[in-house]
C-alpha cells in the first residue's frame, strides 16, 4: 500500500510558494466577483422596486433566471456558449486583451468572473431588496415628500439605513462566492484547488489527503475571517451598546434638579 509522501512536501518553500500564487489568483477571482455582484445586484434590487412595470419586470427576470440556474452550469455555458457570440469587438475595449482572445473567445478566468457575477449579484439583489423592505414605508414617502426623486429616496434614505440590516446576509453570501471560486478548477485554471491537484497526482508525493487538508485550510481562514465580519455585524450597536455596563444610579438626594446641568462622567 502506497501512502504518499504525507506533509513532508510541505516543508519546502516552493511548494508553498506554488499554492501561495494559486490563493493570490483565488482572491483576485473573488474581489472581482464581489465588487461587480454587489454593483449589479443593489441595481436590481432597486429596479425589482421600482415604480417603472418594464424596469421591475426586468430585474426581476434577471434575479429569477440567474439564482435558479446552477452555477457550474453558469460557468459552462459563459465559457463553451459564449463562443458562438461575436464578442471580438470587445479587444477593443480598455483591458479588453484580458477578457477575449485574439479568435474572439471569452478566455477561462473571465468567464469564471462572468458566472460568479450573475449567480451572486441575483443573490445579493434580493438579500438588499429585503433589507430595504424592511424600513418603515413611512420613512420613504416622508422622504418622497419633501422632493426626492425614487433614485435619490433610494440612494440618500432606503439603501444607507438597510445596509446594516442586510449586511450579515451579504458577507454570509460572499463567504459563499469566495469558496465557489474552488469551481474555476473545472477549466484548468491554476488557482489554489487546481494547483493543490497538481501537486497530489505527482507521483512523487501521492498525498491527496494531505495537500487537499492544507488546502482546505487555506480557503478556511478568509472565510472564516469574514464570518467573524457577520457575527460583528449582526450584533448590532443596540445588541454591543446592551453589553456595556448601566450607568452609575444617583441616591435620591444627589440627583440634579430639573433643568440643571448634568453632572460631568468621572
Not at 93 to 111: N, T
Not at 188 to 214: F, H, M, Q
Request: hydrophobic share 55%; charged share 15%.
Amino acid at each position: 500500500m502506497i501512502l504518499g509522501a504525507g506533509f513532508e512536501p510541505f516543508l519546502d518553500w516552493p511548494i508553498w510558494r506554488f499554492l501561495l500564487e494559486g490563493f493570490w489568483l483565488t482572491v483576485r477571482i473573488a474581489g472581482y466577483s464581489i465588487f461587480l455582484a454587489l454593483v449589479i445586484g443593489i441595481t436590481m434590487a432597486v429596479g425589482r422596486l421600482a415604480p417603472i412595470r418594464p424596469v421591475s419586470l426586468a430585474s426581476a427576470t434577471y434575479v429569477e433566471v440567474f439564482r435558479a440556474t446552477p452555477l457550474l452550469l453558469l460557468i459552462f455555458f459563459v465559457f463553451f456558449g459564449a463562443g458562438r457570440l461575436e464578442v471580438a469587438w470587445v479587444r477593443n475595449l480598455p483591458l479588453g486583451s484580458e477578457v477575449v482572445d485574439a479568435q474572439g473567445h471569452i478566455l477561462p478566468i473571465p468567464s469564471v468572473v462572468i458566472a460568479l457575477t450573475l449567480y451572486n449579484s441575483a443573490v445579493v439583489a434580493e438579500i438588499t431588496r429585503a433589507g430595504i423592505l424592511s424600513i418603515s414605508r413611512g420613512i420613504i414617502e416622508a422622504s418622497r415628500s419633501l422632493g426626492l426623486t425614487y433614485l435619490q429616496s433610494m440612494r440618500h434614505v432606503a439603501i444607507p439605513m438597510a445596509v446594516r440590516r442586510m449586511a450579515p446576509g451579504l458577507v454570509s453570501q460572499l463567504v459563499t462566492l469566495f469558496k465557489d471560486t474552488s469551481l474555476a478548477s473545472i477549466l484548468s485554471i491554476p488557482e489554489l484547488l487546481r494547483r493543490g491537484k497538481l501537486i497530489y497526482d505527482n507521483p512523487l508525493y501521492a498525498n491527496a489527503l494531505e495537500t487537499l487538508t492544507v488546502v482546505a485550510i487555506m480557503y478556511f481562514i478568509p472565510a472564516y475571517c469574514l464570518s467573524l465580519i457577520a457575527q460583528r455585524l449582526e450584533r448590532g450597536p443596540e445588541q454591543r451598546a446592551a453589553g456595556r455596563p448601566p450607568p452609575p444610579v444617583l441616591p435620591a438626594d444627589m440627583a440634579p434638579a430639573p433643568g440643571a446641568p448634568a453632572m460631568p462622567a468621572p
